[in-house]
């Protein structure tokens, strides 16, 4: 037997069985195998009779005394009742809707029964629906951690458990491409007894390690993938930017705001690599409002003192036309650097429109240093002369970046890259999702920023956050609402943006103007909003998390935040971060959907944390790897992501680095190659 056996070729399996089996996409012995349970029952505590106790998970060994079938005439209910019996005493044990129990058990039979103790009455307890199992020396579903699958009709977990059992005792050959001896040098289970420990487990730390041996093949060939890719970009080369430091020191000193160490340092790494013929890989990671707009101009200014260009990509219209306006304004004094806009309903150079045909051209020719545009812009092939600095801001809005989408049609060297994030990522999960790259944080925020008052308020306190607002608003100041959804839907406790607009417009705000903001409406309508609010000339937006990403207006002073519990701390500090912006103090308020959620712990701790990155790592450990893989868009399509851990990352990471530098001793892992080199060609940030 091996990974490619038929499971029709199993005891027991008949047509249906295959059929239903079939459905959740087994058909060989390995798909089978690569079943894994979701999780386990702990019916590992064994116990005597006499010693049982109420709320007790136990398991015990019994002979059946007597038992019988029974129908609860008023309810239609049926039902089978024993009483079991070991040497110290008898219990009481019943099942619900399988009246065949009654038929199947024998009276005097040995068999052992797992659950939780209930009472029946004051002096009676009594087991209700305990799995049963007769007697045998190994058992598989009682009296250990019982492995618990998702499964469809006539596929069982008991099916499910016997014949995955059948598979471990009779399979021969187990494809590990890793030698027993280069598995124990790793620290690793061989793959037989990863596979063993996770549908039998003897213990919780060996569902821990075998999770971390299947975790490590998903990751390494993808960790190689990376690291191929880099290769392969560091031996084309990249453009050399001249580091003029008088120019860096000229630029700084006309800005209205002193830079702080954090930016400095910054600032410095950024133009070392950008200098150099490597191509630089760089994550410019810092808190909302830890000023990394400026970090990114010091070095596109670098970039065109040397001929050179860059192109920063935006993931919305909204956050792609701040940016120019920013660019604008910091290079004011600069007027040699050319700056151009280009997204799907708008482009301009230098402040004023142009037609988009005659703005490709000027970039094309050279004439446009710094061009700024949205996901569309990697639609134009031939824009640029020569690109020597692709900046991707909300880089995880992009997906896993990388350049060879770039290298054809637009030059012939791939550019510098770096990726933008105002949502910290762990150092880990930056190594899986970037490979080698280098990281710059952004620690310090720039002087006077005021921490943002931030409350879990109870909907009994709505109408006073209301008239709070209405403070604001008069006091000249501004307010964000935001909603989890957009439409209202049946039977659903959450907000939405619509339902909110015209209940705030017409009778909670009706004398101020309201604006209503969200992902699907019109870019023109988009514009219109977000530059009324802007100018003042809607004092409250509604809107949905649309606004999280890179959003400046600086006279909001409050934001309402509905729904709070379903948002991730990393989202609610995004949103938080809308406001804050300016020098007058700035408000959050937490709004949940029941009163239940009032103390989310969640919620708690964010009301007291305002580093970015301490709410990223408590993020992760709250939602796990496997979740924020997905959120993050990472362009791999783990099969177990729940498996993932910091403990994988890094040692596939570490295992894919010594693959590159030794190659020679990993002939062997043919299989994982073939991978890493496909993954490879499809690694591509579009």
């Not at 060989?28 to 109420?54: C, M, R, W």
């Not at 001249?242 to 120019?247: G, M, R, T």
């Not at 909204?318 to 482009?347: C, D, M, P, W």
Request: charged share 25%; with cysteine; hydrophobic share 40%.
């Amino acid at each position: 037997m091996n990974f490619s056996t038929k499971v029709t070729t199993l005891p027991k399996v008949g047509v249906k069985l295959a059929s239903a089996l079939k459905q959740l996409g087994i058909t060989t012995v390995g798909e089978l195998l690569y079943h894994f349970p979701y999780k386990y029952l702990d019916f590992s505590n064994t116990a005597q009779i006499s010693d049982l106790e109420e709320g007790q998970t136990v398991t015990i060994s019994a002979q059946v005394d007597k038992i019988k079938a029974q129908r609860a005439f008023k309810k239609g209910l049926s039902f089978s009742i024993a009483t079991v019996y070991d040497q110290t005493g008898s219990i009481e044990a019943v099942w619900f809707n399988q009246p065949y129990l009654a038929k199947s058990l024998k009276t005097e039979e040995q068999i052992y029964l797992a659950g939780t103790v209930t009472r029946k009455n004051s002096r009676q307890l009594q087991l209700v629906n305990p799995v049963v199992e007769k007697f045998s020396e190994q058992s598989l579903h009682t009296g250990r951690l019982v492995p618990v699958y998702h499964s469809i009709e006539l596929v069982y977990n008991k099916t499910l458990r016997n014949l995955i059992h059948h598979c471990l005792q009779n399979i021969t050959k187990w494809d590990d491409e890793f030698s027993s001896k280069k598995i124990k040098q790793l620290n690793l289970l061989g793959l037989s007894e990863a596979i063993k420990n996770l549908h039998f487990p003897e213990s919780w730390q060996d569902v821990e390690h075998g999770r971390l041996r299947i975790a490590f093949n998903e990751l390494l060939p993808q960790q190689l993938a990376v690291l191929i890719k880099e290769k392969a970009l560091r031996d084309a080369g990249s453009f050399e930017a001249k580091l003029d430091v008088e120019a860096i020191k000229t630029f700084v000193a006309k800005l209205p705001f002193t830079l702080t160490n954090s930016q400095k340092k910054a600032a410095w790494d950024i133009a070392n690599n950008i200098s150099q013929p490597v191509p630089m890989n760089r994550l410019l990671q810092g808190d909302v409002g830890s000023g990394k707009t400026v970090v990114i101009a010091i070095a596109a200014l670098l970039a065109s003192l040397s001929k050179l260009q860059t192109a920063i990509l935006a993931p919305t219209e909204i956050l792609a036309n701040q940016h120019y306006a920013t660019f604008l304004e910091l290079f004011r004094t600069f007027k040699k650097v050319k700056i151009g806009l280009i997204t799907r309903n708008s482009s301009s150079v230098d402040g004023s429109e142009t037609t988009k045909a005659e703005l490709l051209k000027k970039a094309k020719s050279g004439k446009i240093d710094v061009l700024i545009g949205t996901h569309s812009l990697l639609q134009e092939k031939n824009s640029f002369n020569k690109l020597a600095l692709l900046v991707i801001d909300e880089q995880h809005r992009f997906g896993v970046a990388q350049r060879s989408f770039l290298k054809e049609g637009y030059s012939n060297k791939p550019p510098h890259l770096l990726s933008v994030s105002a949502t910290p990522i762990p150092r880990t999960l930056a190594l899986s999702l970037y490979g080698n790259l280098q990281v710059s944080d952004l620690k310090q925020m720039p002087s006077g920023r005021k921490l943002v008052i931030t409350k879990v308020v109870p909907d009994l306190e709505r109408d006073k956050i209301y008239h709070f607002i209405s403070q604001q608003v008069q006091m000249g100041r501004q307010a964000f609402i935001v909603t989890p959804r957009v439409e209202d839907s049946e039977k659903s406790e959450l907000k939405a943006a619509k339902q909110e607009f015209e209940l705030l417009s017409k009778k909670v705000f009706p004398q101020y103007k309201v604006g209503l903001l969200y992902g699907k409406q019109k870019a023109k309508e988009k514009s219109e909003t977000t530059k009324l609010f802007a100018e003042n000339k809607i004092q409250i937006l509604v809107a949905t998390s649309v606004i999280e990403i890179g959003v400046d207006f600086p006279n909001a002073s409050v934001i309402i935040i509905e729904g709070a519990e379903r948002f991730g701390l990393a989202q609610l500090h995004q949103l938080r971060g809308r406001v804050g912006r300016g020098l007058s103090q700035s408000y959050c308020f937490l709004l949940t959907t029941t009163e239940s959620h009032q103390d989310n712990e969640r919620l708690q701790t964010f009301t007291k944390t305002f580093d970015g990155f301490k709410l990223a790592e408590d993020d992760l450990k709250q939602r796990g790897y496997g979740d924020l893989f997905g959120s993050m868009q990472s362009g791999f399509n783990f099969k177990f992501p729940k498996f993932i851990t910091e403990t994988a990352l890094l040692k596939s990471h570490e295992v894919a680095s010594e693959i590159m530098t030794h190659p020679e001793e990993y002939k062997g892992l043919k299989r994982t190659l073939k991978l890493a080199n496909e993954f490879a060609e499809d690694y591509h940030g579009e």
